[in-house]
C-alpha cells in the first residue's frame, strides 16, 4: 500500500502539465532520488550525492517507475549499475551520466531552478504542457506514430491564441507576451 500510495506522486508529476525542477544539493536517496528522477529537468551541484538505495535492504530497485525512467536518463547499463549496487552517484558523474541536466554552485543552485521556472512561466506554457505530454506519450511510441502524433499536437497549438501572438510578434518583430491559451 505505501508503494503504490508514494507511486501517486511520481504519476502526478508526471501528468501535471507543468514541466517540474529538482534542486539537489547533498544526499539524495530513495525515494527522494526517485522524486528527483520523476522531475523534468534536474539541477544539482558536484558535492550533490544520489542513490537508489533499495537493493541494500533487499528491496528490488524497481521502485515507483525506476526501471522505466532511469534508463531514460542515464542508458540501460549505467541505470543497471545503480539499481542492482544501490552505489551513490556524485553530482560530476550525475551530470556526464544524463542524470542532471547541470551543474551549479552549491550557493547558486535553488536560485537558478527558479530562474529557469521563471523562464518556463513567461514562455508558451500551454505548448509547453504539450510537450511534456508528448515525451512521456512517445515513450511507447515508434518513429512514424511519433511524426504522426507530433503532427496532431502542432496543430493544437496552432490553433491558440498563444501561437497567433507569437506568430504577430514575429511579424512585428517584437517580443510574444505568452498567455498560456
Given at each position: 500500500?505505501?508503494?503504490?500510495m508514494?507511486?501517486v506522486?511520481?504519476?502526478?508529476?508526471?501528468?501535471?502539465p507543468?514541466?517540474?525542477?529538482?534542486?539537489?544539493?547533498?544526499?539524495?536517496?530513495?525515494?527522494?532520488?526517485?522524486?528527483?528522477?520523476?522531475?523534468?529537468?534536474?539541477?544539482?551541484?558536484?558535492?550533490?550525492?544520489?542513490?537508489?538505495?533499495?537493493?541494500?535492504?533487499g528491496?528490488a530497485?524497481?521502485?515507483?517507475?525506476?526501471?522505466?525512467?532511469?534508463?531514460?536518463?542515464?542508458?540501460?547499463?549505467?541505470?543497471?549499475?545503480?539499481?542492482?549496487t544501490?552505489?551513490?552517484?556524485?553530482?560530476?558523474?550525475?551530470?556526464?551520466?544524463?542524470?542532471?541536466?547541470?551543474?551549479?554552485?552549491?550557493?547558486?543552485?535553488l536560485?537558478?531552478?527558479?530562474?529557469?521556472a521563471?523562464?518556463?512561466?513567461?514562455?508558451?506554457?500551454f505548448?509547453?504542457?504539450?510537450?511534456k505530454?508528448?515525451?512521456?506519450?512517445?515513450?511507447?511510441?515508434?518513429?512514424?506514430e511519433?511524426?504522426?502524433?507530433?503532427a496532431?499536437?502542432?496543430?493544437?497549438?496552432?490553433?491558440?491564441?498563444?501561437?497567433?501572438?507569437a506568430?504577430e510578434?514575429?511579424?512585428?518583430?517584437?517580443?510574444?507576451?505568452?498567455?498560456?491559451?
Amino acid at each position: 500500500m505505501f508503494a503504490r500510495m508514494t507511486g501517486v506522486v511520481v504519476k502526478a508529476m508526471r501528468h501535471c502539465p507543468q514541466p517540474i525542477i529538482a534542486s539537489i544539493d547533498g544526499m539524495c536517496a530513495g525515494a527522494g532520488a526517485i522524486l528527483a528522477m520523476a522531475a523534468n529537468m534536474r539541477l544539482g551541484t558536484a558535492r550533490s550525492k544520489t542513490a537508489f538505495l533499495f537493493n541494500r535492504v533487499g528491496l528490488a530497485g524497481c521502485d515507483r517507475g525506476a526501471c522505466a525512467m532511469l534508463p531514460r536518463l542515464t542508458g540501460q547499463r549505467r541505470a543497471s549499475e545503480l539499481l542492482y549496487t544501490g552505489r551513490v552517484l556524485g553530482g560530476e558523474e550525475a551530470e556526464r551520466w544524463g542524470f542532471l541536466n547541470r551543474l551549479c554552485a552549491p550557493d547558486d543552485v535553488l536560485a537558478q531552478s527558479m530562474a529557469l521556472a521563471r523562464d518556463l512561466t513567461h514562455g508558451p506554457t500551454f505548448a509547453n504542457g504539450i510537450t511534456k505530454t508528448m515525451l512521456y506519450q512517445e515513450w511507447a511510441m515508434g518513429v512514424d506514430e511519433a511524426i504522426e502524433s507530433e503532427a496532431q499536437a502542432q496543430t493544437i497549438c496552432m490553433l491558440s491564441e498563444d501561437f497567433k501572438r507569437a506568430y504577430e510578434a514575429f511579424t512585428t518583430k517584437t517580443q510574444p507576451v505568452f498567455k498560456g491559451n
